[in-house]
């Protein structure tokens, strides 16, 4: 079975500064990892992704992530956040590339 | 990048009637497609797959009576709350994988309130 656990529930941050936002997975086969961001009302946007390759994924909006195989993480940074950046965030991950597995979100809210 | 549509955007109806929720795949064909329900402040939660030509697979705990999910065409699924109820107010997200950019797409979503 897989699971995607994201630890941080809500994170505040200073307009500027830099973020990271934690997700932890469970697999025991491999995995494709996704982060997503839903504005509020709205659908989900596709940040990043990874399937295979590099370990640091670069995505839209100045967004990154690392896999990490041997502590099964997919943490997103930020290097200075801005206040359109405030929304949520979804981590998930797909063994067939069908079906996705999301984690509980990650509500970033910037502080002017 | 591909497109994946929801009408409508949002709908208000009263206790005990149906509402039906279309999700297109604008510029690709989609064998599967997935209908998720997002409470507040919560994660999407998968509720069924949908496959063309073929009776939808719903998750555990989620009444196929009470969500009616038709795929009749390679770009169309369709998801029909039937008696609606208040509990049923959420916000329903569908995707669609396509295979040509093997990535899965998500619809903008559809809020509906039952009064």
């Known amino acids: 079975a897989q699971s995607v656990t994201q630890l941080d529930s809500q994170v505040p941050v200073f307009e500027e500064a830099p973020v990271e936002l934690r997700c932890n997975y469970s697999?025991?086969?491999?995995?494709?990892l996704f982060w997503y961001v839903q504005y509020p009302n709205q659908g989900l946007q596709l940040l990043l992704k990874y399937l295979s390759g590099s370990t640091l994924v670069k995505g839209i909006n100045g967004f990154e992530a690392e896999f990490n195989k041997s502590q099964t993480s997919f943490h997103l940074r930020k290097p200075s956040v801005h206040i359109s950046d405030t929304a949520e965030y979804f981590c998930a991950l797909t063994v067939t590339g069908n079906q996705f597995y999301f984690g509980t979100g990650t509500s970033l809210t910037v502080i002017p | 990048g591909a497109v994946v549509s929801q009408h409508p955007s949002r709908v208000i109806c009263k206790s005990g009637t149906s509402v039906k929720i279309e999700c297109r795949s604008l510029?690709?064909?989609?064998?599967?497609m997935f209908w998720y329900r997002q409470f507040p402040k919560q994660s999407l939660m998968l509720m069924a797959t949908s496959n063309e030509g073929s009776k939808a697979t719903y998750e555990q705990g989620v009444e196929k009576d009470k969500f009616l999910i038709n795929h009749a065409s390679l770009t169309l699924s369709t998801l029909t709350v039937t008696s609606a109820h208040p509990e049923d107010s959420s916000f329903y997200i569908c995707?669609?994988?396509?295979?040509?950019?093997?990535?899965?797409?998500f619809g903008p979503g559809t809020r509906l309130t039952v009064l």
């Open positions: 697999s025991s086969v491999s995995v494709y």
């Open positions: 510029d690709f064909q989609a064998t599967t």
């Open positions: 995707s669609a994988f396509s295979g040509g950019a093997n990535e899965q797409f």
